[in-house]
């Protein structure tokens, strides 16, 4: 695939034709499959059992999630992750702490099938209630042992973890993994004048106060943080 191959459709959560089945109902992008299956078969080896929480997300379901804690129907956390009380909030103080934890719809690399969450079933029981904090996976926590094991072996496969700390940005996601060599080209398509396209439309909540801060959005919360040296 090559950057002229991806259309904005594909960008933005509301095609497809790019992805297959993993397992289930995960959907990957095509080129993915078999590079995560390698790396899963890798991992089995030394008793890791990954597994995919959430694979593809199409546009509509980010639209729903965004929608829903703009409009105070799901909490909004502040950076720590506590709760915060939405109608003391203004438009766009809602905005940041929206896009702390929850992608602005059109804008999640889930649109795009590289990108995943992952987990560890061998580490926990059947009935485990995943959560996918980051507790889970730092000392202590079941996923220890897997983000460990990917910190070290992860890059061998061509994933990495985007999210690995915290940039000023998205907050840290331990179990987000992107496969590199094609999220590259997704996002080598990003800039404030595609996201300006994607909110021609009535849909989105707040969309004044996105539009108002969006070259800040875009910088912070939508282009690709820059590769560490030793990567």
């Known amino acids: ?56 997300r199409a546009y509509d379901r980010q639209l729903a999630i965004w929608n829903a804690k703009a409009e ?25 702490a929206i896009l702390r934890w929850s992608a602005l719809p059109g804008c999640s690399r889930h649109h795009w099938g590289t990108d995943m ?17 980051p507790e889970e996976y730092g000392p202590g926590g079941p996923f ?19 999210y690995d700390r915290d940039r000023g940005g998205v907050a840290p996601e331990p ?15 990003l800039d404030a004048a595609f996201v300006r396209k994607l909110l021609d439309n009535d849909r989105l909540s707040l969309k004044s106060a996105v539009l108002a801060q969006l070259d800040e959005i875009v910088a912070r919360f939508i282009l690709p943080p820059p590769r560490e040296k030793h990567e």
């Not at 969450?117 to 904090?133: E, H, T």
Request: charged content about 25%; overall charge negative; some cysteine.
């Open 72 to 96: 105070g129907l799901r909490p909004l956390l502040n950076t720590d992750g506590h709760p915060l009380d939405s109608a003391q909030l203004r438009d766009d103080e809602k905005v940041m």
């Open 144 to 162: 220890h042992r897997l983000s460990l094991w990917l910190e070290k072996h992860a890059a061998a496969f061509g994933f990495y973890r985007p």
């Open 1 to 56: 695939m090559t950057t002229e191959q991806i259309s904005d459709e594909m960008m933005a959560g509301r095609c497809e034709k790019h992805l297959c089945l993993l397992e289930r109902s995960v959907l990957l992008h095509m080129a993915v499959v078999d590079p995560f299956r390698q790396l899963q078969q890798a991992a089995a080896a030394e008793g890791l059992d990954i597994q995919v929480a959430s694979g593809f």
């Open 175 to 189: 179990w987000h993994l992107s496969y590199r060599p094609v999220a590259e080209l997704f996002e080598a398509q």
């Open 117 to 133: 969450d992952i987990w560890d079933r061998a580490a926990v029981s059947p009935d485990y209630q995943l959560q996918l904090i």
